[in-house]
């Protein structure tokens, strides 16, 4: 990973970037499921993929309906694989889905309903229209520990009391920034933890628990 990489993960897996999923649909929709297909597994087959790893991947998208590619990962960021935190709304809800249990190495065709894509409003952006089925292609690389771990929360966490004060996290994010290396206004520091706490201080008593935090099930404090 990217020296830069530590701090944009700690956002988005505070609640910077993990808006709901778009697309979530009620009803009927709300039944409809992943189609997984698995193309590929090595030999050796670990670590699995679970909610909250951290995945390093590349995937194809296509529309159902004519086969029309409508993304592909190794055109973008100078063709390498993405990172993201499976589970946490960084990709549709259908693709958090479809590489669940993933080991690196692993490749697999996935078909997505709209309810768990873009639903009905579709992503002209991405030129997907309404109500789209989408295909993608995924081929999993890495499967690590990502950064609403245990071992996250520790790190943060310096004088051991499981939960984590702004000065805690204040000073997080001033190595984060000091390792990277980027030139960044001093309000951008006061904004970022402003925004973790608005985003994760449930009870606002100041401090962010292992709960708010969400540390997920498979770790244990």
Not at 52 to 73: I, K, P, T, V, W
Not at 171 to 180: G, I, M, N, S
Request: charged share 25%; hydrophobic share 35%; proline share 5%.
């Amino acid at each position: 990973m990217g020296r830069g990489l530590g701090l944009l993960l700690l956002s988005q897996a505070l609640g910077l970037l993990a808006a709901a999923a778009r697309g979530e649909g009620g009803g009927a929709a709300a039944a409809e499921e992943v189609r997984i297909e698995v193309l590929h597994v090595p030999e050796q087959c670990g670590p699995r993929s679970k909610k909250g790893d951290l995945l390093n991947a590349h995937y194809d998208g296509y529309l159902a309906s004519d086969g029309s590619r409508f993304y592909c990962s190794r055109t973008q960021n100078e063709g390498h694989p993405k990172w993201f935190v499976l589970g946490v709304g960084q990709v549709i809800k259908g693709l958090d889905i479809a590489m669940m249990n993933m080991c690196p190495g692993e490749k697999r065709k996935v078909t997505i309903p709209p309810s768990l894509a873009y639903g009905q409003q579709g992503y002209a952006q991405g030129k997907i229209p309404p109500n789209a089925t989408l295909i993608f292609e995924i081929e999993l690389y890495a499967v690590n520990k990502g950064p609403r771990s245990v071992e996250a929360f520790n790190q943060i966490d310096k004088d051991s009391d499981k939960k984590l004060s702004q000065l805690e996290i204040s000073q997080y994010l001033k190595e984060e920034f000091a390792r990277d290396g980027k030139k960044r206004h001093p309000s951008v520091h006061d904004e970022i933890l402003a925004d973790i706490f608005k985003k994760n201080d449930h009870d606002g008593d100041g401090f962010i628990s292992a709960k708010e935090y969400n540390v997920y099930q498979h770790d244990e404090l």
